[in-house]
T-cell receptor, first 113, second 115 residues
């Protein structure tokens, strides 16, 4: 079945620097890759997503890139701010069942003021 | 306000005592699902439902039951809780199932401790 790996597990950056989180997936037929942000004490919230027919997508300071050949996708946050501190989860939907979702283990991002 | 509501927020119980965690959404979503979150393991899907009276197993369904009698409600039932079910649980919903993924709306979570 689908397996999603995510690195790093923890990441600390200075305010204003960029942060990059990488995920790899195993099912080459997966076609939807969302990223969720979980703030302390809250449920995850979708921040950006990408489908397999697109290589890159941007939304202000965040962007996601997808490399289908290598089966990996990455979240890029530029000009980080303290409010970006959170746990970030990537996810993939296996082709065998588009109603199931496999999440990565998460990355705890700390932005140091 | 559009939201997914879970109750209770915190729950401490003892081994073997049946419990139910409720989940309700007010967005008329067809798809609902339950996840557990454990350190280092991320979010793992327990059960999901594509519509009323339609439920299916996720990756870690053992020890859990669900029901979907109404579109808005999707309770998670632990018939005989065990300590390894101590976890943070999330309910989520999306407008429609399938077709390669939809935005999930999550509840605020239920922290369950089984002693």
């Amino acid at each position: 079945g689908e397996n999603v790996e995510q690195h790093p597990s923890t990441l600390s950056v200075q305010e204003g620097d960029s942060a990059v989180i990488k995920c790899t997936y195993s099912d080459s037929a997966s076609n939807y890759f969302p990223w969720y942000k979980q703030e302390l004490g809250k449920g995850p919230q979708l921040i950006i997503d990408i489908r397999s027919n697109v290589g890159e997508k941007k939304d202000q300071r965040i962007a996601v890139t997808l490399n289908k050949t290598a089966k990996h996708f990455s979240l890029h946050i530029t000009e980080t701010q303290p409010e970006d501190s959170a746990v970030y989860f990537c996810a993939a939907y296996p082709a065998s069942s588009y109603d199931k979702v496999i999440f990565g283990p998460g990355t705890s991002l700390s932005v140091i003021p | 306000e559009a939201q997914v509501t879970q109750n209770p927020r915190y729950l401490i119980t003892v081994t073997g005592k049946k419990l139910t965690v409720t989940c309700s959404q007010n967005m008329n979503h067809e798809y609902m699902s339950w996840y557990r979150q454990d350190p280092g393991l991320g979010l793992r899907q327990i059960y999901y439902s594509m519509n009323v009276e339609v439920t299916d197993k996720g990756d870690v369904p053992e020890g859990y039951k669900v029901s979907r009698k109404e579109k808005r409600n999707f309770p998670l039932i632990l018939e005989s809780p065990s300590p390894n079910q101590t976890s943070l649980y999330f309910c989520a919903s999306s407008l429609t199932p399938g077709t390669g993924g939809q935005k999930l709306f999550f509840g605020s979570g239920t922290q369950l401790s089984v002693l």
